[in-house]
């Protein structure tokens, strides 16, 4: 079972940036496409970017030219770039596999407000 630890979480000014990191476990992480997700309180875990083994991104409108998901699969990392951030993209947000998710992490919480 691929394992997952989210880090880079934090307050954050609407308008502000963050970058979130993620670092799987397992030698297959090369492999899998992945996504980052979030849910917020009271709310559904919905996910917000995906990339493709070989580098092919996907994102919903609601995210969409203001956050960015990349990986490293030489360092076994994934990340979230987020900027212009806003209000609702408070939450808790989780990397996993995109399309089949895994067992979920601990995430790493989000919260935009002045």
């Known amino acids: 079972q691929v394992q997952f630890v989210e880090s880079g979480g934090g307050l954050v000014q609407p308008g502000g940036s963050l970058r979130l990191s993620c670092l799987p476990s397992?030698?297959?992480?090369?492999?899998?496409?992945m996504g980052w997700y979030r849910q917020a309180p009271g709310m559904q875990r919905e996910l917000v970017a995906g990339?493709?083994?070989?580098?092919?991104?996907n994102y919903p409108d609601s995210v969409k030219g203001r956050f960015t998901i990349s990986r490293d699969n030489a360092k076994n990392m994934v990340y979230l770039q987020m900027n212009n951030l806003k209000p609702e993209d408070t939450a808790v947000y989780y990397c996993?596999?995109?399309?089949?998710?895994?067992?979920w992490g601990q995430g790493t919480q989000v919260t935009v407000s002045s």
């Open positions: 996993n596999k995109w399309g089949t998710p895994g067992p």
């Open positions: 397992g030698s297959i992480f090369r492999l899998l496409a």
């Open positions: 990339i493709t083994s070989n580098g092919l991104t």
